[in-house]
């Protein structure tokens, strides 16, 4: 009896590895629901600021914007001083605060205004009450001629992202650029039981490397764009097949960009989603109201309530 119970509970932790604490994903954060089309999310630890991207219509144009806790009040959000040229977007910042890491299409230095491909970048501050400086470029080995998206920064300075680069198994693929203590080394590929020949963009890693949660765009077990995906490390220390994060938090439309807030639980996220909209409406009142709504196929941050 005993070893029918061990086994149960077994694959109960196979299929639920995470538990869910709320049914589904709900608006982030109300002083974000004026923009229609945002995406992209980092959190301090002292969860007294927010960076996240403001895009166009047309998501040609975006700048990375932050709002700041002041007695217990959020305050109106305000463009970084890094922002306001080029396509600056995909924020995130270190657990001390002191850096803050994006991607951008900016030119390397001042010799040209033409926008280039996109690469990592960084900047810094001495301390929580300081300035940002003027953007670093990480440089090589991490950037190259092609474009580097999404970075995520871990406890031991191991810098995660998305790349179109040759080595790539397909299309976007995660690697990572190991910190040595020093430099960053070359570039590897997070391999197949992460990436495949299709899409994988996005990914967050936990600061200890534990789990990491990226998109997977058309899989065979997604909901029909892309979908959110988990995978942990085993005791090899290697990563394990992905799973699905499910219906609760995935939708048919578009949903990427994660961050999760361990102090917390809550588990961040850009997403497409909308509402189907198949009832008759009486009067345009009605019909506006319908496609203003939170979800409306505009790229807008959720939140959802998971330990993971």
């Known amino acids: 009896m005993k070893v029918l119970f061990?086994?149960?509970?077994?694959?109960?932790?196979?299929?639920?590895?995470?538990?869910?604490?709320?049914?589904?994903?709900?608006?982030?954060?109300?002083?974000?629901?004026?923009?229609?089309?945002?995406?992209?999310?980092?959190?301090?630890?002292?969860?007294?600021?927010?960076?996240?991207?403001?895009?166009?219509?047309?998501?040609e144009r975006a700048v990375i914007a932050v709002i700041k806790k002041k007695k217990k009040r959020w305050s109106e959000p305000e463009m970084t001083t890094f922002s306001g040229n080029y396509r600056n977007l995909e924020p995130f910042l270190t657990q001390d605060g002191l850096r803050l890491y994006f991607a951008s299409n900016r030119p390397i230095d001042d010799t040209t205004t033409k926008a280039k491909d996109y690469d990592i970048w960084y900047v810094e501050r001495k301390n929580l009450k300081s300035k940002w400086s003027k953007p670093i470029n990480v440089g090589t080995p991490v950037n190259s001629t092609n474009n580097e998206f999404y970075p995520c920064i871990t406890t031991n300075g191991n810098l995660y992202f998305t790349s179109d680069a040759i080595k790539t198994l397909g299309k976007d693929d995660i690697l990572v650029c190991k910190w040595d203590g020093k430099q960053y080394t070359e570039p590897e590929n997070l391999g197949m039981n992460i990436n495949s020949t299709g899409y994988e963009f996005n990914a967050f890693v936990s600061p200890n490397e534990e789990f990491i949660i990226y998109t997977c765009y058309g899989r065979p077990d997604g909901l029909g764009s892309g979908d959110l995906y988990i995978s942990y490390k085993n005791n090899k220390g290697n990563w394990d097949t992905p799973k699905n994060l499910g219906a609760e938090i995935n939708s048919k439309q578009m949903d990427y960009c994660p961050f999760y807030d361990a102090t917390t639980q809550t588990l961040y996220f850009t997403s497409k989603r909308m509402i189907a909209i198949e009832k008759t409406f009486a009067n345009l009142k009605e019909f506006e109201t319908e496609i203003s709504s939170y979800e409306n196929g505009f790229s807008r941050i959720y939140k959802y309530q998971i330990k993971l």
């Open 6 to 59: 061990q086994i149960i509970f077994v694959l109960f932790l196979g299929i639920f590895g995470f538990s869910q604490e709320n049914s589904k994903p709900v608006p982030a954060f109300d002083i974000l629901k004026k923009y229609q089309n945002v995406r992209d999310f980092t959190i301090s630890k002292n969860q007294d600021e927010i960076y996240f991207t403001i895009q166009n219509p047309s998501e």
